[in-house]
């Protein structure tokens, strides 16, 4: 008792000290309105600014700082953004934009056509989507004040796609600079609902409404993404209601479903996935027989109800449903990969892997992120899983830079998992885990498998803007990774989508046009103020 009192004691110091910027409690029914959500790490250990730095932490707060020339919903949708309307020729080579008039960066300045030119020309080339599409942009002309024409030197299948992932910067602020280096990275400005305001070093960030955001009323004073790690103490600060917001361990779920102020946000977000990667380098991993062998020996329903404690879904194929233009209903892993392990043993067999004296065929290394909670959920069942048909597992679990060192730099891994977003076009997320990556690159496929015919159907896909022909090559790339199998998705997982306490915040579930978008216009206080 004496335990629970302290870790309650503790989360409501962190929550004074996240409000105490505000001068007030944090009640919505206070002068000032205070959202308060939660973050697992020190964001500015990588930076506010998803157009120079990747990571969960830059994308969420880009999302409510900074504006695209497009919106994307989660579930894919555009819609008009900085730019109100657009245009692609019919050759796939000219896309025209019509910039919306009388928007203002946060400091007041004009948002210009001079700016998205700055930015296709400077900034675009920097992002991790944006350099496969700054290749193809042969010239940016400012048409006149409210147009900009993007003109192609071939046509680039996922072109709106892109841009919508693309955040405009103010040229004002970087030009003459080392991007990468600028100050605004970390104190952004931008042009969306919330602006930058204070950071308190290892402890929180805070951000203010926007009194003149262009697309309407922002009804929350001030936000403050508060800093807490331990995942139990996140949930604890929830349930008690100090937080509004923050990303649960799977497991809390059932408690969250059964507190009446408590609810999984099932929208906001990008569908992601927990994936099974496994390095084609190494043996016995470099035989297809035996890939897919082990990919079916991970019972995926079970990893769906246990390991993510029904917050995620056995996936039945590379690309999710949601995706259904692109989705090969050939690919059917319940068909072609059933968790069989007589089936599974008599394959592994036949491979020439026979169990030796001790019952076990080979030995492998499970290589993963410590802090990812449902990958350390889902690795302990493979874990057992594998020993079923005469795998010996390690498990090793490592911290994210590690990771990241070892799968990417040094292909130091048996196997892997991670959890992943699928992205906001199946060329700009999912193909990329398949394609040819020998220069490995970060983010990018790491097993070392190249095949000629996957990067065929991968070009394909990149090389018409005609959807009904970018699906046909996304199919075939699908139909020859399932033949190889080395890189895979176990589950569809919504357990990284925010919990919310609905104690002092309605309307937070409202879905958003912007990916990652807070419901900034639509929360209203649950006190009716």
């Known amino acids: 008792m004496r335990r ?45 600014n998803a157009q120079l730095a990747v990571g969960s932490a830059p994308r969420l707060f880009s999302a409510q700082i900074l504006d695209p020339l497009i919106y994307m919903s989660d579930d894919f949708e555009l819609s008009p953004a900085l730019a109100e309307d657009w245009e692609v020729s019919d050759d796939g080579l000219t896309l025209t934009l ?41 010239d940016v002309e400012v048409v006149d004040d409210d147009t900009v024409e993007v003109h192609l030197s071939r046509p680039y299948g996922p072109l709106l796609e892109n841009v919508s992932q693309q955040y405009m910067l103010p040229k004002h602020v970087y030009e003459g600079t080392d991007y990468v280096t600028n100050p605004a990275n970390n104190a952004p400005i931008g042009t969306g609902p919330m602006m930058y305001d204070s950071y308190v070093e290892g402890s929180e960030v805070s951000l203010v409404k926007n009194p003149d955001f262009w697309g309407g009323e922002v009804q929350v004073e001030r936000a403050v993404f508060t800093v807490i790690p331990d995942i139990s103490a996140r949930g604890e600060a929830l349930f008690a209601g100090e937080v509004d917001e923050a990303v649960l361990h799977p497991s809390q779920q059932g ?26 380098e190494r043996e016995p991993l470099t035989d297809p027989a035996v890939r897919r062998a082990l990919f079916a020996a991970i019972d995926r329903a079970a990893i769906a109800d246990t390991a993510l404690a029904g917050v995620g879904v056995p996936a039945k194929g590379f690309i999710p449903e949601s ?95 991670v959890r992943t977003p699928v992205g906001a076009d199946p060329s700009l997320g999912i193909v990329n885990w398949y394609a040819c990556n020998e220069e490995r690159q970060s983010g990018r496929n790491p097993t070392g498998m190249c095949d000629p015919e996957i990067d065929a159907a991968a070009s394909a896909a990149l090389d018409t803007s005609d959807r009904e022909q970018r699906g046909e090559a996304l199919r075939d790339l699908q139909s020859r990774a399932a033949e190889l199998m080395f890189y895979a998705p176990i589950a569809w997982y919504d357990g990284a989508f925010p919990t919310a306490n609905t104690t002092r915040w309605e309307r937070d579930d409202e879905p958003q046009i912007h990916a990652e978008r807070r419901p900034w216009l639509t929360m209203r206080p649950a006190d009716g103020s």
């Open 98 to 138: 019509h910039l919306r008039s009388g928007v203002e960066w946060h400091d007041g300045e004009p948002f210009t056509a001079e700016d998205v030119e700055f930015n296709f020309e400077e900034i675009v080339p920097l992002q991790a989507y944006g350099s496969e599409l700054a290749e193809r942009i042969s």
């Open 323 to 417: 995706l259904d233009w692109a989705v090969n209903q050939d690919v059917d892993f319940d068909r072609d990969f059933v968790y069989d392990v007589d089936a599974i043993n008599a394959a592994l067999d036949e491979a020439g892997y026979p169990r030796g004296a001790d019952g076990t065929r080979f030995s492998l290394s499970v290589l993963y992120i410590n802090a990812l909670h449902e990958v350390v959920s889902t690795v302990e069942m493979v874990a057992s899983m594998l020993a079923d048909v005469g795998v010996d597992v390690t498990l090793d679990g490592v911290g994210g830079a590690a990771y990241v060192d070892r799968v990417y730099t040094q292909g130091d891994y048996d196997l892997a998992f």
């Open 255 to 280: 408690r969250v479903a059964d507190t009446e102020q408590t609810k999984l946000l099932k929208h906001g977000m990008f569908p992601e996935s927990i994936v099974m990667i496994q390095n084609t």
């Open 4 to 48: 629970r009192t302290r870790t309650a004691t503790v989360l409501a110091a962190l929550t004074a000290g996240a409000l105490a910027l505000g001068g007030c409690s944090g009640s919505a029914g206070d002068e000032e309105r205070i959202w308060v959500g939660v973050v697992g790490g020190d964001p500015m250990n990588f930076g506010l």
